[in-house]
């Protein structure tokens, strides 16, 4: 059974690189950071859920989204590959801030999330 808990110390990571990368389009008090143990997936490292539109009007909510660290994964890699990892699920929301999420194709193209990630890495004390 998966277990989660909340993660803070990837929040601040997360509010860190949207605030370093001008990812203005984030509204960073709708993006909620948890670590999870127990995940069955060979895989993954992180994931990204929204809250549909569907949910966000059953549930008088603002769109919102969930940044899933998988904890025996995420947490062994060094600082620069957790970085890395945070950016790449940042991609997954879209301009609009919908509740949506951006697929993979070629937005992500490795050189963007290189220089992404080149550029976070010189942001960051």
């Not at 949207?18 to 008090?29: K, M």
């Not at 997936?41 to 859920?49: Q, V």
């Not at 620069?80 to 929301?93: D, M, N, P």
Request: charged share 25%.
């Amino acid at each position: 059974m998966i277990e989660y808990s909340e993660a803070p110390g990837v929040k601040r990571l997360v509010d860190d690189i949207v605030d370093r990368l001008s990812l203005f389009h984030i509204v960073p008090q709708f993006i909620y950071c948890y670590r999870s143990k127990g995940s069955k997936s060979k895989y993954a490292i992180a994931r990204i859920h929204g809250l549909s539109k569907a949910w966000q009007r059953a549930l008088r909510e603002p769109p919102s989204y969930i940044i899933e660290v998988i904890s025996e994964r995420y947490d062994m890699l060094s600082e620069g590959e957790k970085q890395r990892i945070i950016i790449h699920e940042l991609l997954h929301i879209p301009k609009t801030f919908s509740g949506g999420l951006r697929p993979h194709n070629t937005f992500f193209h490795n050189q963007i999330l290189k220089e992404m990630a080149e550029a976070q890495k010189r942001g960051l004390k």
